[in-house]
């Protein structure tokens, strides 16, 4: 991994660890596959810090740009499969 996650310095250090653990998640979507419902907590998780869809989609977009891994698509995905399932991207 040679990117950087992208963080607001007004989040507390709680909120940073968990904005990249949602990240990281959103990495295992795509590396080796992540349990369904272990994303969308950690994707709620994400939401309670970035409430607005705005500063979401900026977010998201910094993160694809350096990483190549899309969150839109994976927390998609995500919604769209039945629970207790594997996300994994192809």
């Known amino acids: 991994m040679e990117y950087q996650y992208p ?9 940073i660890v968990d904005v990249i653990k949602f990240f990281e ?6 590396e080796t596959g992540i349990e369904r419902d272990e994303l969308l907590s950690v994707y ?3 939401k309670e ?3 607005g869809k705005a500063q979401e989609k900026r977010i998201f977009d910094d993160f694809e740009e350096s ?3 899309s ?3 994976v927390v998609k995905k995500a919604k769209e499969t039945d629970s207790s399932k594997i996300i994994k991207m192809n």
Do not use: A, M, Q
């Open 67 to 69: 990483s190549n891994y």
């Open 25 to 30: 998640c959103v990495e295992k979507g795509y």
């Open 7 to 15: 963080i607001d310095p007004d989040w507390s250090t709680e909120e």
């Open 71 to 73: 969150s839109y698509l």
């Open 49 to 51: 810090i970035v409430p």
């Open 44 to 46: 709620r998780r994400f």
